[in-house]
Protein backbone atom coordinates (compact mmCIF):
# COMPACT_ATOMS: atom_id res chain seq x y z
CA UNK A 1 0.00 0.00 0.00
CA UNK A 2 1.44 3.46 -1.05
CA UNK A 3 1.42 6.21 1.69
CA UNK A 4 -0.09 8.84 0.84
CA UNK A 5 0.89 12.80 1.67
CA UNK A 6 -2.48 14.87 3.33
CA UNK A 7 -3.18 18.23 4.25
CA UNK A 8 -6.24 19.51 6.17
CA UNK A 9 -8.55 21.98 5.51
CA UNK A 10 -10.51 22.65 9.01
CA UNK A 11 -12.76 25.92 9.35
CA UNK A 12 -14.86 24.13 12.68
CA UNK A 13 -14.83 25.47 15.86
CA UNK A 14 -12.81 23.91 17.67
CA UNK A 15 -14.74 24.70 21.12
CA UNK A 16 -18.76 24.21 19.82
CA UNK A 17 -18.59 22.10 16.69
CA UNK A 18 -17.52 18.50 16.30
CA UNK A 19 -15.40 19.00 12.93
CA UNK A 20 -12.61 20.09 14.60
CA UNK A 21 -12.56 16.52 16.54
CA UNK A 22 -13.26 14.81 13.77
CA UNK A 23 -10.48 16.34 11.75
CA UNK A 24 -8.44 15.06 14.91
CA UNK A 25 -9.38 11.78 14.63
CA UNK A 26 -8.77 11.53 11.18
CA UNK A 27 -4.89 12.77 11.44
CA UNK A 28 -3.93 10.13 14.37
CA UNK A 29 -5.84 7.31 12.17
CA UNK A 30 -3.65 8.55 9.42
CA UNK A 31 -0.73 8.64 11.06
CA UNK A 32 -1.07 5.34 12.81
CA UNK A 33 -1.66 3.45 9.52
CA UNK A 34 2.37 5.20 8.00
CA UNK A 35 -0.09 8.20 6.29
CA UNK A 36 1.67 11.86 6.57
CA UNK A 37 -0.16 14.77 7.11
CA UNK A 38 2.08 17.20 6.05
CA UNK A 39 -0.09 20.53 6.61
CA UNK A 40 -3.13 21.53 8.78
CA UNK A 41 -4.78 24.39 7.46
CA UNK A 42 -7.09 26.53 10.36
CA UNK A 43 -9.36 29.00 8.75
CA UNK A 44 -12.40 30.98 10.18
CA UNK A 45 -13.39 29.98 14.11
CA UNK A 46 -10.96 27.09 13.09
CA UNK A 47 -7.68 29.64 14.47
CA UNK A 48 -9.07 29.55 18.06
CA UNK A 49 -6.99 26.73 18.32
CA UNK A 50 -4.18 27.82 18.44
CA UNK A 51 -4.86 30.62 20.98
CA UNK A 52 -2.33 30.45 23.56
CA UNK A 53 -4.46 30.73 26.94
CA UNK A 54 -7.34 28.53 25.96
CA UNK A 55 -8.14 27.06 29.41
CA UNK A 56 -10.02 23.65 28.60
CA UNK A 57 -11.46 21.56 31.06
CA UNK A 58 -9.40 18.39 31.80
CA UNK A 59 -12.51 16.02 30.89
CA UNK A 60 -12.77 17.67 27.51
CA UNK A 61 -10.88 16.85 24.47
CA UNK A 62 -7.51 18.44 24.42
CA UNK A 63 -7.24 19.90 20.88
CA UNK A 64 -4.85 21.75 21.14
CA UNK A 65 -2.02 19.60 22.62
CA UNK A 66 -3.42 16.57 20.53
CA UNK A 67 -2.55 19.01 17.31
CA UNK A 68 0.88 19.68 18.94
CA UNK A 69 1.68 16.07 19.17
CA UNK A 70 0.95 15.91 15.79
CA UNK A 71 3.78 18.11 14.93
CA UNK A 72 6.24 16.16 17.22
CA UNK A 73 5.33 12.36 15.46
CA UNK A 74 5.65 13.56 11.97
CA UNK A 75 6.64 16.77 11.51
CA UNK A 76 3.59 18.17 10.72
CA UNK A 77 2.96 21.90 10.45
CA UNK A 78 -0.03 24.01 11.65
CA UNK A 79 -1.12 26.86 9.96
CA UNK A 80 -3.85 29.54 11.12
CA UNK A 81 -5.41 32.00 8.06
CA UNK A 82 -3.94 35.22 9.20
CA UNK A 83 -7.03 37.16 8.28
CA UNK A 84 -9.24 34.92 10.54
CA UNK A 85 -5.91 35.41 13.52
CA UNK A 86 -6.04 38.79 12.78
CA UNK A 87 -10.19 39.05 13.49
CA UNK A 88 -9.65 36.85 16.64
CA UNK A 89 -6.50 38.93 17.93
CA UNK A 90 -4.37 36.18 17.32
CA UNK A 91 -1.11 37.49 16.91
CA UNK A 92 2.88 36.36 16.34
CA UNK A 93 4.61 39.38 16.05
CA UNK A 94 7.70 39.62 18.58
CA UNK A 95 6.45 43.01 20.30
CA UNK A 96 5.34 41.00 23.59
CA UNK A 97 2.16 40.65 22.28
CA UNK A 98 2.89 37.24 20.68
CA UNK A 99 -0.20 34.92 21.92
CA UNK A 100 -0.09 31.67 19.96
CA UNK A 101 0.12 28.70 21.25
CA UNK A 102 3.90 26.68 20.77
CA UNK A 103 3.72 25.05 16.92
CA UNK A 104 1.10 27.33 15.38
CA UNK A 105 1.93 29.55 13.05
CA UNK A 106 0.51 32.34 10.85
CA UNK A 107 0.04 32.04 7.02
CA UNK A 108 -2.12 33.55 4.59
CA UNK A 109 -4.89 31.87 2.25
CA UNK A 110 -2.06 30.77 -0.83
CA UNK A 111 -0.68 28.14 2.19
CA UNK A 112 -4.31 26.55 1.63
CA UNK A 113 -3.35 26.44 -2.62
CA UNK A 114 -0.05 25.41 -1.83
CA UNK A 115 -1.55 22.12 -0.13
CA UNK A 116 -3.43 21.55 -3.16
CA UNK A 117 -0.53 21.40 -5.13
CA UNK A 118 1.81 19.64 -3.08
CA UNK A 119 0.14 17.02 -0.91
CA UNK A 120 -2.01 14.01 -2.34
CA UNK A 121 -5.09 15.16 -0.65
CA UNK A 122 -6.82 17.84 0.97
CA UNK A 123 -9.49 16.70 3.59
CA UNK A 124 -12.00 19.47 4.68
CA UNK A 125 -13.35 19.47 8.05
CA UNK A 126 -16.42 22.15 7.78
CA UNK A 127 -18.10 21.85 10.63
CA UNK B 1 2.71 24.22 -13.65
CA UNK B 2 0.60 22.15 -11.72
CA UNK B 3 -2.59 23.67 -11.27
CA UNK B 4 -5.92 22.25 -9.50
CA UNK B 5 -9.31 22.90 -10.66
CA UNK B 6 -11.02 23.98 -7.15
CA UNK B 7 -14.77 23.92 -6.64
CA UNK B 8 -16.11 26.51 -4.07
CA UNK B 9 -19.24 25.21 -2.88
CA UNK B 10 -21.89 28.31 -1.50
CA UNK B 11 -25.04 26.23 0.10
CA UNK B 12 -26.00 28.83 3.41
CA UNK B 13 -28.22 32.37 2.64
CA UNK B 14 -26.82 35.94 3.06
CA UNK B 15 -27.27 36.39 6.63
CA UNK B 16 -26.98 34.66 9.84
CA UNK B 17 -23.48 32.95 9.40
CA UNK B 18 -20.03 34.22 7.72
CA UNK B 19 -19.86 30.94 5.87
CA UNK B 20 -20.14 32.59 2.59
CA UNK B 21 -17.59 35.15 2.98
CA UNK B 22 -15.44 32.40 4.13
CA UNK B 23 -16.13 30.97 0.58
CA UNK B 24 -15.44 33.74 -1.14
CA UNK B 25 -12.07 34.72 0.03
CA UNK B 26 -11.02 31.41 -0.37
CA UNK B 27 -12.27 31.32 -4.28
CA UNK B 28 -10.57 35.16 -4.85
CA UNK B 29 -7.21 33.77 -3.21
CA UNK B 30 -7.27 30.52 -5.17
CA UNK B 31 -8.01 32.50 -8.00
CA UNK B 32 -5.41 34.81 -7.53
CA UNK B 33 -2.85 32.27 -7.16
CA UNK B 34 -4.23 31.43 -10.76
CA UNK B 35 -6.36 28.06 -9.61
CA UNK B 36 -9.05 27.56 -11.81
CA UNK B 37 -12.10 27.89 -9.53
CA UNK B 38 -15.67 26.94 -9.88
CA UNK B 39 -18.07 28.77 -7.63
CA UNK B 40 -21.37 27.02 -7.47
CA UNK B 41 -24.77 28.68 -5.67
CA UNK B 42 -27.15 25.95 -4.76
CA UNK B 43 -29.39 25.03 -1.86
CA UNK B 44 -29.87 28.15 0.33
CA UNK B 45 -26.55 29.60 -1.27
CA UNK B 46 -28.86 31.06 -4.05
CA UNK B 47 -29.99 33.22 -1.93
CA UNK B 48 -26.91 35.56 -1.67
CA UNK B 49 -27.90 36.64 -5.27
CA UNK B 50 -30.51 38.18 -4.66
CA UNK B 51 -30.88 42.47 -4.53
CA UNK B 52 -30.14 43.80 -1.31
CA UNK B 53 -30.24 46.32 0.34
CA UNK B 54 -26.62 48.40 0.26
CA UNK B 55 -27.66 48.93 4.29
CA UNK B 56 -28.91 45.20 5.89
CA UNK B 57 -31.75 45.70 7.45
CA UNK B 58 -30.06 43.34 10.20
CA UNK B 59 -26.68 45.51 10.53
CA UNK B 60 -24.37 42.79 8.98
CA UNK B 61 -22.60 43.59 5.46
CA UNK B 62 -23.91 42.47 1.87
CA UNK B 63 -21.58 40.29 -0.12
CA UNK B 64 -23.23 40.55 -3.37
CA UNK B 65 -20.46 44.02 -4.46
CA UNK B 66 -18.30 41.11 -3.83
CA UNK B 67 -19.33 38.95 -5.45
CA UNK B 68 -19.81 40.97 -8.85
CA UNK B 69 -16.21 40.98 -8.54
CA UNK B 70 -15.60 37.39 -9.08
CA UNK B 71 -14.92 37.70 -12.62
CA UNK B 72 -12.53 40.47 -12.37
CA UNK B 73 -10.30 38.15 -9.72
CA UNK B 74 -9.93 35.54 -12.54
CA UNK B 75 -12.89 33.32 -11.13
CA UNK B 76 -13.08 30.60 -13.86
CA UNK B 77 -17.05 29.60 -14.28
CA UNK B 78 -20.19 30.40 -12.05
CA UNK B 79 -22.96 28.13 -11.30
CA UNK B 80 -26.20 28.92 -9.90
CA UNK B 81 -28.55 25.76 -9.25
CA UNK B 82 -31.42 25.37 -11.54
CA UNK B 83 -33.23 23.11 -9.39
CA UNK B 84 -32.40 25.60 -6.22
CA UNK B 85 -33.69 28.43 -7.80
CA UNK B 86 -37.24 26.33 -9.22
CA UNK B 87 -38.06 25.45 -5.06
CA UNK B 88 -37.31 28.68 -3.78
CA UNK B 89 -39.58 29.86 -6.30
CA UNK B 90 -36.84 32.50 -7.74
CA UNK B 91 -36.96 33.30 -11.36
CA UNK B 92 -33.44 33.77 -12.57
CA UNK B 93 -34.61 37.03 -14.12
CA UNK B 94 -34.83 38.46 -10.55
CA UNK B 95 -30.75 37.46 -9.39
CA UNK B 96 -28.69 40.54 -9.12
CA UNK B 97 -25.53 39.62 -11.39
CA UNK B 98 -23.97 42.70 -12.77
CA UNK B 99 -23.28 42.73 -16.48
CA UNK B 100 -19.87 40.48 -16.00
CA UNK B 101 -21.13 38.20 -13.73
CA UNK B 102 -24.13 37.43 -15.72
CA UNK B 103 -21.98 36.75 -18.77
CA UNK B 104 -19.63 34.19 -16.47
CA UNK B 105 -22.43 32.66 -14.84
CA UNK B 106 -24.35 29.36 -15.98
CA UNK B 107 -27.45 28.03 -14.74
CA UNK B 108 -27.37 24.28 -14.44
CA UNK B 109 -29.15 21.19 -12.81
CA UNK B 110 -28.52 19.62 -10.08
CA UNK B 111 -27.67 16.62 -11.79
CA UNK B 112 -24.90 18.61 -13.90
CA UNK B 113 -23.61 19.89 -11.25
CA UNK B 114 -22.58 17.02 -10.05
CA UNK B 115 -21.05 15.89 -13.25
CA UNK B 116 -19.07 18.67 -12.90
CA UNK B 117 -18.34 18.37 -9.67
CA UNK B 118 -17.04 15.08 -10.28
CA UNK B 119 -14.26 16.06 -12.78
CA UNK B 120 -12.65 18.62 -10.17
CA UNK B 121 -9.52 18.26 -8.03
CA UNK B 122 -10.63 19.86 -4.87
CA UNK B 123 -14.12 20.51 -3.73
CA UNK B 124 -14.96 22.74 -0.53
CA UNK B 125 -18.55 22.84 0.37
CA UNK B 126 -19.68 26.43 2.78
Known sequence: ?????????????????????????????????????ARVFFAGDAVLVG???????????ALQQRWQTLVEADGTELLLC???????????????KHNLAAHFSISGLGSLVECTLDCDRVIHFPG | MKTQH????????????????????TALACAAFDQ????????????????????????DKSLLAQFHLMPLYGVASVRICQDSLRHAGIDAGQLALNDALNSLAELKSRAELSNELAQLDQVWVY
Open chain 1, 1 to 37: MSHKRFALYVTANPISRQGQLSALRFAEAALASGHHI
Open chain 1, 51 to 61: HAELDIPSDEP
Open chain 1, 82 to 96: SAAAQRYGLKADASG
Open chain 2, 6 to 25: IGIVITRPPHGSDSASQALD
Open chain 2, 36 to 59: PVTVIFQDDGIWQLLPQPVASPLG
